[in-house]
């Protein structure tokens, strides 16, 4: 008699990272002011794409209550012309709750689940709290 091996499956990373910031996301203060990085090294063939997507992205956020800021920048390098090209977003939010409206969003979840065919490494998201308004 043979035993079969049970079959393993593996959740979509871009789903195993949405449960953890959700997860993050409700531990906070929800009047806590909230910024975001996120660095993407993209797939050389696939850089124009993951542009137009994140153009797409920025748009659909900029119009949302409480975005302070949100950007997104290609590294300029000079070391190594065969390298992936890296991207960063930035984006700063007036509070975590508003922050959750972007966060459940159509436009964030298109960009997301079409990440992975454009970028040649899970992306870098870093947190950082509070807001410093230089005008103040």
Known sequence: MTTANPVTTRANPIDELRAQVEKMLDGLDQRLPISATVVFKVKKDKEDTFIRNAGILTDGTR?????????????????????????????????????RSQWD????????????DLIADLPDLRWYYGWSDANR
């Open 63 to 99: 119009k949302l209550p409480g975005c302070n800021v949100f950007a997104y920048h290609k590294r300029r390098t000079t070391d190594d012309p065969a390298a992936a090209p890296e991207f960063l977003i930035y984006e700063d939010w007036q509070t975590t709750k508003l922050f």
């Open 105 to 116: 969003s159509e436009h964030l979840k298109t960009f997301q689940y079409n990440l992975l």
